[in-house]
């Protein structure tokens, strides 16, 4: 399977709990997004990745949350002291970086839920 | 912020029709407008793009853009049961190359046979 690729699928936490999810990208590409999605909700945009550098957060992205994508490859996202406010679904995409208009394409997401 | 809007729907139209599916944005300047189809449960699968004015088509698909107007749309034609999803329109963050997205609410489709 060449697609992005999300781990786990889903979580149940504990309200002040940490949590990390992991993403693998599509090999070849070098852009990495983290996007969070709420019922009824389309998907917004947390933070992104060119290679391993973090070129820009939401601020939906409080200082609970972190994301690092060490030798540009996978990404991980750590939710410190989760509330239940971070019940949501995780999706990462990636994308290939060449030219201003490129598609990105999402993982299966990681759907998070904070009892 | 830049808004994307559609019509959340729901929207139900029977087998064998044409579906149609309408986003308008705020940024005047985006360039790039995507379509991403969402199964319940499931996440979004990309499945048209469109950069200039006019028409694009793909399959039982096509893309509309009306630059003049902040406008896109997406005609299913032929309309299936396996259409019946929500399909999210996207536009990109325009001057970037990131390629930022902007999503809109979704529009839930149901094709009945």
């Known amino acids: 399977d060449t697609g992005v690729s999300q781990d786990p699928r889903h979580k149940i936490t504990k309200r002040g709990q940490n949590v990390t999810f992991r993403c693998d990208p599509i090999?070849?590409?070098?852009?990495l997004y983290w996007y969070r999605q709420t019922l009824g909700q389309g998907p917004e945009f947390l933070t992104y990745?060119?290679?391993?550098?973090?070129?820009?957060k939401s601020r939906l992205l409080s200082d609970r949350f972190s994301a690092e994508r060490p030798k540009g490859s996978f990404s991980t996202l750590e939710i410190q002291r989760t509330e239940q406010g971070d019940s949501a679904m995780y999706l990462c995409?990636?994308?290939?970086?060449?030219?201003?208009?490129?598609?990105?394409?999402f993982g299966q997401g990681t759907r998070l839920t904070v009892v | 912020q830049k808004e994307v809007e559609q019509n959340s729907g729901p929207l139900s139209v029977p087998e064998g029709a044409i579906a149609s599916l309408n986003c308008t944005y705020s940024?005047?300047?985006?360039?790039?407008f995507f379509w991403y189809r969402q199964y319940s449960g499931k996440s979004p699968e990309l499945i048209m793009f469109?950069?200039?004015?006019g028409d694009k088509e793909d399959g039982r698909f096509t893309a509309q853009l009306n630059k003049a107007s902040q406008y896109v749309s997406l005609l299913i034609r032929d309309s299936q049961p396996s259409d019946s999803a929500t399909y999210l329109c996207?536009?990109?963050?325009?001057?970037?190359?990131?390629?930022?997205?902007?999503f809109g609410r979704g529009t839930q489709l149901t094709v009945w046979p």
């Open positions: 995409a990636s994308s290939s970086g060449q030219g201003g208009n490129t598609e990105a394409f």
């Open positions: 090999s070849e590409h070098n852009r």
């Open positions: 990745f060119q290679n391993e550098a973090q070129l820009e």
């Open positions: 940024d005047r300047g985006s360039q790039s």
């Open positions: 469109i950069y200039s004015n």
């Open positions: 996207a536009v990109m963050d325009r001057g970037s190359t990131l390629g930022r997205l902007y």
